[in-house]
């Protein structure tokens, strides 16, 4: 196990260092120039070329990229601004702050967010998936599929505006979402994201509601459950014991990858809310052309998937046996 | 716009934030040139609008404390809410609107504007007693500091500050703010002339004969020295607290508050200056005790909290959130947010710019002006209540002695006037032109852009559409080898004067540079110089007046385009708000929270 891990943390640095290496060159592919947003409005070449010495630009891009990248371990001194230490994740010019910095404030909003929802949306997603197979065909089933199937065609952008009218502004049902530490105010921390994790798990719980049904009446109909059955155990002991297990693998895989890509940055959620995370954040770093903001906002988001695909192929192993045999 | 953005254009920063629509009652926002005209028929009947009226106060004027506004409480805390946070906190670095509005709670300058009443400015002295003593024809400028002004460590501010901090914006990382004085002061190129008080270098031509003191002696006659240095840019900083590059994450205050905390992006929150004397300051009301301040509400999120007025929104108000298009209608049409509304025309100037090099006929640019669907495109972008129809290059809002006139037939007939401009094509060298028309690639433009093809094409003028992205749409119309004959353009008056306008927008054609039409006019030029350096005041600006008109007329460099109408609300118990006609943004000066 331990041989595994470390071989999947090693590739995914590498996969790390490659998606950080593209998007830094990619950036300057595009023709906008950040050096003319740090330029006054009477903005003459010579005050345009020394906003491009002040923010680096002047530098060939390869060096700006060794520089980017050694200052994650070494740490970097930004000329008049002080030292960044390690890890550094560049300086931004727009927000006037480490990246790092900004991203350990903003990162504790979307895993809040990320979090609340999750649970939210795993718990009753399963629940209905198994309850609508344990009664398939019937209307408990049929409500649950039609349902599912709204919730999944829904769009977080009209269900969160729609929410935010009804239950905000006209019903006064729930507070202004708002992202307040839970150390410093507990009810007001889960208040202020109550709404926005409700929302965002109508979304999501479709898609868990349905996978748990499908591979739950599958699993129900294998040989493993029918022996079970035959052998006079319960039909509570079945489910949970064996059916929900083996239903347990594809929900373990797409929730990883729903994790991955919350906690890189849920962009509409927190647009829709006004909740200042990781996705706003890199919203309005592509805007602002504040390329250190985006770099490690993606680095963030690419973290982020990388790290719950290994999550999920070591949680394989606790969930089904034959991927630790083997 | 605007987006905000931080633009290096503070101008399109602000149109694009403008972009998203705006509306005024009737009329409101048009200009006084053009009373209940270009469209404003169909709107309904409401009181015109009134540019404010800009003059120059005395010594009196320039004694504190502040007007108030009528029913003023002191005391509570104010919450405001908008998109982005403040670019810049060091006054070298201040150009934008928002951060010069916000310069306003934790800076000061040796002039600026005071509120008389409603639509009513005096240019008075901030820190210094007057607005400003020039001599030598308006060469020299002299300043005297007010008794009791202090730092907010409760050091006395000196003119040795106040030295310092016009030395320092020549400094290799000040790049964003404003460069007349400094260039007044040395040359065009006033980074190389000198380079910042860091080395240990002064400037000989700003004296400080005593702690009070301070003259300017400028390179030639600027009778209007007095509104440059109200520019948030021209600010003062401790010269023993400056920090360079660091100054501007952690600014030291001389006006009524100090950052108490700021989450960059997130949050804000000011306390009170214990070193700040209300009574030394003819500006500044400073009413509330706390401002709070959140950012990361998008428009439409700002406005439904305000509609729906709820809990601590209440207290809330914004400095730059316009009513979006899709809010609008509601927001207007509700009676109960009438005393919650605030509306006023943008102090911008727009323009549709011919490339010169390449429109070199001016009966074809004259033709173009008659067929401009200013009527069409208002309409486009939301009415008579989010687009006034401006007909002059000068914005009435920042033009003292503001002078209306109408070359081309824009308020008798707003939709384009198709016959007369046939009529100068057939007298032309091409009665077939083909114009390339570039856009910014914004939604709003599709539909202006659309509205234009169809009206010029009546005319019998080809239009070839040409959009561009958003990102890089600044840089590509402003290469002087462009391939384009018409785009869109903007710039706002830095003072209440054509000053900050015309030798700007037909200053030197460069690449990168403002003057988008290229216009290259010795005559022009000349009377620019002489406009420049006369010091009258008074004449000067009627002279900038008449240069507008006059440049219409035998040149005909532009369209002069739509202008937009801001739509803003506040909570029910803030009082105060109103927004400065200056800058497009709700000032801070009169805000209160009412008990």
Not at chain 2, 410 to 415: G, I, L, M, W
Not at chain 2, 437 to 462: D, F, H, R, S
Not at chain 2, 469 to 498: M, V
Request: glycine share 8%; hydrophobic share 40%.
């Amino acid at each position: 196990m331990l041989r595994f891990l470390t071989r999947r943390v090693i590739g995914a640095a590498v996969i790390l260092v490659i998606i950080s290496g593209v998007t830094f060159f990619l950036f300057f592919v595009i023709p906008a120039d950040p050096a003319r947003l740090a330029c006054g409005k009477v903005c003459p070449p010579e005050t345009l070329a020394q906003a491009r010495h002040n923010l680096g630009l002047d530098q060939p891009v390869v060096v700006q990229f060794v520089s980017w990248l050694g200052g994650i371990f070494f740490g970097r001194n930004f000329e008049g601004l002080g030292t960044c230490p390690a890890p550094c994740l560049g300086y931004s010019f727009v927000n006037r702050a480490p990246v790092f910095e900004t991203i350990i404030d903003r990162l504790p909003v979307t895993i809040a967010l990320t979090i609340g929802a999750s649970v939210i949306f795993l718990t009753f997603g399963v629940a209905t998936g198994i309850l609508a197979a344990l009664r398939q065909g019937k209307p408990l089933d049929k409500i649950a599929s039609i349902s599912s199937l709204v919730g999944a065609s829904m769009q977080i952008y009209f269900v969160g505006t729609l929410a935010m009218y009804f239950f905000v502004y006209q019903a006064h049902i729930f507070p202004q979402p708002k992202y307040i530490p839970i150390t410093e105010d507990p009810l007001g921390w889960f208040g202020g994201l109550l709404l926005p994790w409700i929302v965002l798990a109508i979304i999501f719980t479709a898609n868990y509601t349905r996978m748990t049904r499908s591979t739950m009446v599958e699993n129900l109909a294998e040989d493993y459950v029918r022996t079970a059955r035959a052998k006079g155990m319960s039909g509570r002991s079945v489910v949970l014991r064996f059916a929900l297990r083996g239903t347990l693998t594809p929900i373990v895989t797409i929730f990883g990858v729903d994790l991955g890509q919350l906690i890189g940055g849920a962009i509409i959620t927190e647009t829709t809310f006004g909740l200042q995370g990781i996705g706003r954040l890199s919203v309005r770093a592509v805007d602002n052309s504040d390329l250190p903001t985006l770099m490690a906002t993606v680095l963030v988001a690419a973290g982020a998937i990388v790290v719950m695909n290994i999550v999920v192929d070591a949680l394989y192993a606790v969930i089904d046996p034959r991927v630790r045999l083997s | 716009m605007n987006h905000r953005k931080r633009s290096a254009l503070a101008v399109a920063a602000a149109a694009s934030l403008a972009l998203v629509g705006a509306c005024a009652p009737g009329n409101a926002g048009a200009p006084s040139s053009a009373p209940a005209s270009a469209g404003a028929s169909s709107a309904p009947a409401a009181e015109a609008y009134k540019p404010p009226t800009i003059t120059l106060g005395t010594a009196e004027d320039s004694k504190g404390p502040a007007i108030p506004p009528e029913g003023v409480v002191k005391g509570g805390t104010v919450t405001m809410i908008d998109r982005d946070d403040f670019a810049h906190f060091d006054p070298a670095q201040i150009y934008v609107n928002t951060d010069a509005n916000f310069g306003l709670l934790i800076s000061r300058g040796l002039t600026g504007y005071k509120r008389i009443a409603k639509g009513d400015y005096k240019l008075v002295g901030d820190l210094a007693t007057d607005a400003g003593t020039p001599s030598d024809g308006g060469k020299t400028w002299t300043f005297t500091l007010k008794d009791g002004v202090k730092w907010q460590d409760g050091s006395p501010i000196t003119s040795a500050d106040v030295k310092w901090s016009v030395e320092r914006m020549f400094a290799p990382f000040v790049t964003f703010g404003p460069n007349y004085i400094q260039t007044w002061l040395t040359s065009e190129d006033y980074k190389k002339a000198y380079p910042g008080p860091y080395g240990g270098k002064e400037l000989d031509n700003i004296e400080t004969p005593d702690d009070k003191t301070v003259v300017f002696k400028f390179n030639s006659p600027h009778a209007d020295a007095n509104y440059a240095f109200a520019m948030a840019g021209y600010n003062i900083v401790p010269k023993a607290k400056d920090t360079k590059e660091k100054y501007d994450k952690e600014p030291v205050s001389s006006g009524p508050y100090i950052i108490k905390s700021h989450v960059v992006d997130k949050s804000l929150e000011l306390a009170r200056n214990p070193n700040w004397d209300a009574a030394t300051d003819p500006i500044r009301g400073a009413y509330p005790d706390v401002w709070k301040m959140e950012f990361g509400q998008e428009a439409t999120q700002v406005t439904d909290r305000f509609v729906a007025d709820s809990g601590p929104d209440q207290t809330a108000f914004t400095f730059y959130s316009n009513t979006p298009a899709e809010r609008l209608q509601q927001v207007l049409g509700d009676a109960s947010l009438a005393d919650r509304r605030m509306i006023s025309p943008s102090p911008y100037g727009n323009y549709y710019y011919f490339n010169l090099d390449r429109v070199k006929d001016q009966k074809i640019r004259q033709a173009i002006n008659y067929a401009w669907p200013a009527k069409q495109i208002q309409q486009a972008l939301g009415g008579p209540q989010a687009v006034a129809l401006p007909t002059t290059i000068l914005n009435e809002n920042t033009t003292v002695g503001y002078k209306p006139y109408d070359l081309f037939g824009k308020t008798a007939k707003p939709e384009g006037d198709i016959e007369k401009a046939k009529q100068l094509l057939a007298e032309s060298s091409n009665p077939h032109p083909t114009i390339v028309y570039a856009y910014n690639n914004l939604p709003t433009q599709e539909p202006v852009t659309l509205v234009i093809k169809n009206a010029l094409e009546k005319a019998g003028i080809k239009v070839v559409a040409k959009s561009l992205d958003r990102k890089t749409y600044y840089d590509s119309i402003s290469q002087t080898k462009n391939e384009f004959d018409l785009y869109w353009g903007g710039w706002g008056a830095d003072w209440p004067s054509g000053s900050t306008v015309m030798p700007i927008i037909f200053g030197p054609v460069s690449d990168g540079g403002q003057n988008m039409s290229h216009l290259n006019d010795p005559t022009v030029k000349a009377e620019m110089k002489k406009i420049s350096e006369n010091p009258d005041i008074n004449a000067a600006n009627e002279a900038w007046m008449n240069l507008d008109k006059q440049i219409q007329e035998t040149i005909t460099p532009l369209v002069v385009a739509e202008n937009r109408i801001g739509t803003f609300l506040h909570g029910s118990k803030v009082g105060g708000a109103e927004i400065d006609p200056q800058q497009w943004i709700v000032s801070p000066n009169t805000i209160f929270v009412k008990q």
